[in-house]
């Protein structure tokens, strides 16, 4: 990463920490840790975890802190979604859900990313011990994530509960994350200029806004604007340093 974005990125991390934590860490607490400990004890999601490490792209953002962070929170969400049912059942689901969202990028930067991400998957899952139907509900949920899309059907509400689990876990990252870490690697990836971030911001402003309104689930309708408002809360800050970075590098 080049210093000015570095930089940057420092200052907002710094800027983020400074931030309440989100309220679905506090009212969803014991299914995150049901998820945390999931994730790094079950045998079968440390050996996903270390064959899904060549596709990610962690110089794009899209790498292993953000799949980690959309799959033991899509998991949560299942659970969230589901509390008071059938308990084997329901941990089932948030287990693909915790797959699907370490999945859900490896196409991250081709053309119809969830399309692609879902035949990866199924390459990746193809001698996995689990059902041809667990296959089906993890590759719908990835080929189902993306924003600004045309939704996906399916009769399958298991199906269901899994993709939008996915959806609203990966769209919480456009909150703090967002502009703590996603920016500047992206920035840096497609070796942007402090000018051209500057001209970009006001659009990629107006796009997370609208991401607050398309949480899908219960637990995402209830605790996703949070994280769109905090990320939000930190924009004017940072697009006034990078107004004062611009000047420093004009020398005026």
Not at 5 to 25: G, I, S, T
Not at 171 to 197: A, H, Q
């Amino acid at each position: 990463m080049n210093e000015t974005l570095r930089r940057m990125k420092n200052e907002a991390k710094v800027l983020a920490a400074k931030l309440d934590q989100p309220a679905f860490y506090k009212e969803c607490a014991a299914e995150i840790s049901h998820c945390n400990r999931n994730f790094f004890d079950n045998p079968v999601m440390l050996r996903l975890q270390e064959d899904v490490i060549p596709f990610l792209y962690d110089d794009a953002s899209h790498g292993v802190y953000h799949a980690k962070k959309v799959a033991i929170e899509a998991g949560a969400i299942v659970l969230c979604e589901t509390r008071g049912e059938d308990v084997e059942r329901n941990r089932h689901l948030s287990y693909l859900a915790q797959m699907s969202g370490l999945l859900h990028d490896t196409c991250r930067l081709e053309d119809d990313h969830a399309a692609k991400g879902a035949e990866v998957a199924l390459m990746i899952l193809n001698d996995y011990p689990i059902t041809d139907r667990d296959k089906e509900i993890i590759t719908f949920a990835i080929s189902d994530h993306e924003a600004f899309r045309e939704r996906r059907s399916t009769d399958d509400p298991e199906a269901e509960i899994v993709a939008n689990a996915l959806y609203d876990a990966d769209k919480f990252r456009w909150g703090p994350d967002n502009f703590s870490t996603t920016l500047w690697e992206m920035c840096d990836y497609n070796e942007l200029s402090v000018k051209e971030i500057l001209e970009l911001f006001p659009v990629g402003l107006e796009k997370i806004k609208e991401i607050s309104t398309t949480f899908r689930t219960r637990t995402g309708q209830a605790f996703g604007p949070e994280f769109i408002e905090q990320g939000l809360s930190l924009a004017p800050a940072i697009y006034r340093r990078l107004k004062e970075i611009e000047q420093e590098l004009l020398g005026t």
